[in-house]
């Protein structure tokens, strides 16, 4: 095993995706280095999502290779679920499943311990994302935006996975509770030493949490860096995005 190998958490090359005649990633490459928060930005519908989906082999793909922690993703998912924990973009909790139901639904489906051990394992995990023991008899119809985030966090990590995806985790939430939820993540990773992969359009999480940015413009990475080198870029995509004029206004409001 060489040492480069060793660095990344995730690497795709020259990845091909699509859906009949259309091409979504297009030879796309991109390399995740471990313990890093990466973001992901693109167009609405530019194949973000479908890049996540893939990479955990949720979508075919055509041509291209895949690895997450040096094993090769495709055919075989098998033990997928200890590797990684998913925020999905659309990721409800099962309205039917009490908060600590829900939390426990990946140890149920993986593991066979005692409802006991389920227990103190879903209210760990529930303190790990900030929530009391006393939500976990709760249902997600009486949770807010930001608490549904974090059940479906807790969810994500209640196997102990090394990586964490997250598919615009803080769309929908208030500024305070989207700035609540990027500090969480920071200190779960830093904490669990995790590797995240986040999409995200939110422009503080991207220059708050982000240790690197990746931006996806015609199916390929076409600039990936800290943010202050994406502010360089040169790429029309990556300029119009964090140049034009709503991201102005943004980032001024920011300052
Ligand atoms: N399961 C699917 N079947 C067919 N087309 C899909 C499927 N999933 C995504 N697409 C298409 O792939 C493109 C990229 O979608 P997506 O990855 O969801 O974009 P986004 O960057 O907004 O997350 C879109 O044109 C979408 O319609
Ligand atoms: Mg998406």
Redesign the pocket.
């Known amino acids: 095993m060489d040492e480069q190998q060793e660095e990344f958490a995730i690497r795709v090359r020259d990845l091909v995706v699509g859906?009949?005649r259309?091409t979504?990633l297009d030879h796309l490459s991109l390399d995740v280095r471990r313990g890093e928060i990466l973001g992901l930005v693109?167009?609405?519908?530019?194949?973000?999502?479908?890049?996540m989906r893939t990479i955990i082999g949720l979508?075919p793909r055509w041509s291209g290779a895949i690895e997450v922690m040096e094993r090769p993703i495709g055919g075989r998912t098998q033990g997928a679920a200890t590797t990684w924990g998913i925020l999905f973009?659309q990721g409800a909790l099962f309205s039917s499943l009490t908060v600590r139901q829900n939390v426990q639904f990946p140890l149920r489906e993986n593991l066979v311990l005692s409802q006991e051990l389920m227990d103190e394992i879903a209210i760990a995990k529930l303190e790990m994302v900030g929530l009391r023991a006393q939500d976990a008899d709760k249902y997600p119809a009486e949770l807010s935006g930001g608490m549904t985030k974090r059940v479906a966090l807790a969810r994500a990590l209640a196997l102990d996975p090394p990586i964490l995806f997250l598919d615009e985790p803080t769309s929908g939430l208030d500024p305070i509770a989207a700035g609540d939820f990027d500090a969480l993540i920071r200190t779960l990773q830093r904490t669990l030493g995790l590797t995240v992969f986040m999409?995200t359009h939110d422009l503080a999480s991207l220059t708050t949490v982000c240790d690197r940015v990746a931006a996806?413009a015609d199916g390929k990475i076409v600039a990936i860096g800290p943010m202050r080198e994406l502010l360089q870029s040169e790429h029309p995509w990556v300029r119009a995005y964090f140049h034009g004029k709503r991201s102005q206004m943004l980032q001024h409001e920011m300052r």
């Open positions: 859906f009949g259309q979504v693109g167009a609405s519908g530019g194949g973000k999502s479908v890049l979508i973009q999409v996806l």
